[in-house]
């Protein structure tokens, strides 16, 4: 018990010195969500072989992001959830989203190819909380006529550590299935009634691997990277679609952004040829009252410079850009950033 | 230790330098109790919110819901239990086979190696433990000792209608193989304190057996034992403790479900699983972060228990 705190009490401690430590004048510092880590570091990079600050990003997790940014600590705070709107508004904070990640589910059905499989959110839901508990259940062969699927126990996989992927797909999972809203609910972590918790999304695509009759849920980009199969979802408009990007992009085009508050626009089950239903923003968020107001500047820079540059990095990455009318609406959120009066956006 | 010395040596003069010696010597034996009193009080400090929230119903509540924010900590404390009690049923015997051997029947040049292997896994780092039971353990339990574990031990009637022993799904993952990690970990711990205990036995009594005709098994079970049963017992319950507070291993092993297991194979939780899964999002000031704390206190308390339990025997053995 000692040596786990002492262990975690150090994590804590390095964890600080390293956020404190490099930051240099000109070095814009962000922590946050671990999911979109990748990419913040990558479009660092570039931006400063282009001449632009360096970025120093710590991935501590969505909560550690919002308490830090809350702190001041950090340049920018980077939360996978948006945050509450009374909170933002509590901390003098401007929060918009800078990438876009979808979740995709993964199943190993000994004998039956995991793409041909077709589920709507209610089955999947039904799943997730025990309901549904074969393999060769009705409801999923009434969805599957073709495919001669085994008398085996459904095996769901999730999340062991607090994430905000999983934060993603409960939220999708209650809002189209009434019985997962009221069993389970959605959250960064839930009270799952059934299956297992491995950590990480590497740690849940190798056990959906392991097991027969296993499903879980991983970010797209971690899927595609490790060349895994996801299942066909039914969408808004009842179409079963397979994860592809313009499925993502045709979901994030549709989302409501004239009415969304503080820009949490959601994307989750938007209708559609190809649009995948399980689709979510990622949140920057910045003080509307920094200490020093150059620096949140080059927030603004850098990530301005992303958008306009980024695309390619993002297709590596395996991401997906924001929709080039959402950049436009982001950037009129940052012309609100005025403090003592200088507008921070146009940078000139 | 007050300073008036004894008059017959009374020329001898304290030197300034005994003194500091002597209270820099206090402070460094403060400098432990402090920092352990410290750091029950923090943790329970921020713990409270929790305890005041739930009271002592926390302790034995079996539903944890970050949604609803109802949080009960009997899933968890099961799950540490269970896991840490079956791996020392695992470990003991074999830890007690390994130290009778290595102290009695072993040839004396195989001695030195088979110690020093027993030694390098006890230094083989924890995560290492993890991905080996995740990733070749867990497949193998769930291909083959799980499904024969289900056909021969089905005769086994449940515990009323929610605990079916070795009853359940083969994921590989969960409580037993857990246990299994868990057993190999504490394996050496168990294995060492128990050849140092045999080691101590008096030559002259084991000598006295044999010379009484007695074969190896009747000097081990009618002298040897009785004479360190005491501090045997203790060499078992130091690797209890190991096993209490084990984390990352059984992050990888246990299925990581906080709800009450309904069969020894079930995935479950222990309470350094759940800490560790849950602390890196668990915002300050939140009831999220108080439970999680409260937790860590619950186990401080189990794992002072064992240790405290494992010195009192260990102590009683020396002074008997």
């Not at chain 2, 206090?26 to 750091?39: F, P, T, Y």
């Amino acid at each position: 018990m000692l040596i786990q705190l002492a262990r975690s009490l150090v994590t804590a401690l390095a964890a600080t010195v390293l956020v404190i430590a490099p930051a240099l004048a000109q070095d814009i510092t962000g922590a946050g969500a671990t999911f979109p880590a990748p990419i913040y570091s990558s479009w660092g990079e570039d931006y400063a072989k282009a001449g632009g600050s360096r970025l120093n990003y710590q991935a501590l997790g969505s909560g550690a992001g919002v308490t830090q940014i809350i702190n001041r600590t950090v340049d920018f705070g980077a939360s996978d959830s948006p945050v509450a709107p009374e909170r933002l508004e509590k901390e003098q904070l401007l929060q918009f989203p800078a990438v876009i990640g979808a979740v995709v589910v993964i199943v190993n059905v000994p004998g039956v190819d995991g793409t041909k499989i077709k589920l709507t959110g209610d089955v999947l839901g039904e799943i997730y909380v025990g309901r549904i508990r074969l393999w060769d259940d009705p409801k999923i062969t009434a969805l599957n006529p073709a495919l001669k699927l085994p008398k085996i126990p459904i095996s769901p996989a999730y999340r062991a550590d607090s994430s905000g992927t999983t934060s993603i797909f409960t939220k999708y999972l209650s809002s189209v299935s009434p019985l997962f809203k009221e069993r389970t609910g959605a959250g960064n972590s839930v009270a799952w009634r059934t299956g297992l918790g491995a950590p990480g999304n590497a740690g849940v695509a190798a056990a959906v691997k392991n097991i027969k009759g296993g499903i879980g849920y991983v970010e797209f980009a971690y899927a595609a990277e490790n060349g895994m199969q996801a299942l066909q979802l039914a969408n808004g408009s009842g179409k079963f679609v397979t994860p592809t990007v313009p499925g993502f992009l045709q979901a994030a085009e549709q989302a409501d952004w004239d009415n969304a508050k503080n820009m949490a626009a959601t994307m989750l089950n938007m209708p559609g040829d190809n649009s995948w239903p399980i689709v979510s923003a990622t949140y920057i968020l910045v003080p509307r009252n920094p200490k020093d107001p150059a620096r949140t500047q080059s927030v603004l820079k850098y990530v301005d410079w992303s958008f306009r540059n980024g695309a390619a990095t993002a297709d590596r990455l395996h991401y997906i850009m924001l929709p080039a009318a959402v950049q436009d609406r982001v950037r009129a959120q940052w012309a609100t950033l005025a403090p003592a009066g200088k507008p921070l956006w146009p940078a000139n | 230790m007050n300073t008036p010395a004894t008059p017959a040596i009374g020329t001898r003069k304290i030197h300034p330098a005994d003194t500091t010696f002597r209270l820099s010597l206090h402070a460094a034996g403060a400098v432990v109790v402090i920092v352990l009193l410290s750091i029950l009080a923090i943790m329970f400090m921020g713990g409270k919110l929790a305890f005041d929230t739930f009271g002592l119903g926390f302790i034995w509540g079996t539903e944890w819901n970050p949604v609803t924010q109802i949080y009960g900590a009997l899933p968890a404390i099961t799950g540490t239990l269970v896991t840490a009690i079956l791996a020392l049923c695992i470990a003991w015997p074999i830890g007690f086979g390994i130290a009778f051997f290595l102290t009695e029947t072993c040839p004396e040049k195989l001695r030195t190696p088979l110690g020093v292997a027993i030694e390098l896994l006890a230094a083989v780092p924890s995560i290492v433990y993890g991905m080996w039971g995740f990733f070749v353990l867990a497949p193998f339990m769930s291909e083959y000792v799980q499904p024969w574990l289900t056909s021969t031990f089905i005769w086994i009637p449940p515990i009323g209608d929610s605990f079916f022993w070795f009853t359940a799904p083969p994921i590989g993952v969960g409580m037993l193989t857990a246990a299994l990690i868990l057993a190999v970990m504490i394996l050496p711990f168990i294995a060492a304190t128990t050849r140092d205990v045999l080691l101590s036995t008096p030559q002259l009594l084991k000598d006295g057996a044999y010379a009484m005709g007695a074969t190896r098994w009747e000097a081990l079970t009618g002298v040897v034992i009785p004479a360190v049963r005491g501090s045997l017992f203790g060499a078992v319950f130091l690797g209890l403790g190991r096993a209490l507070g084990e984390t990352m291993a059984v992050v990888f092993v246990i299925g990581n479900a906080i709800r009450m297991p309904d069969s020894l194979m079930a995935p479950s939780a222990t309470i350094a699983s759940v800490v560790a899964n849950n602390f890196p999002e668990a915002e300050p000031g939140t009831l999220d972060l108080a439970v999680l704390l409260a937790l860590g206190f619950i186990l401080f308390v189990v794992s002072f228990g064992v240790l405290a339990v494992a010195r009192f025997l260990l102590r009683q053995e020396r002074m008997s």
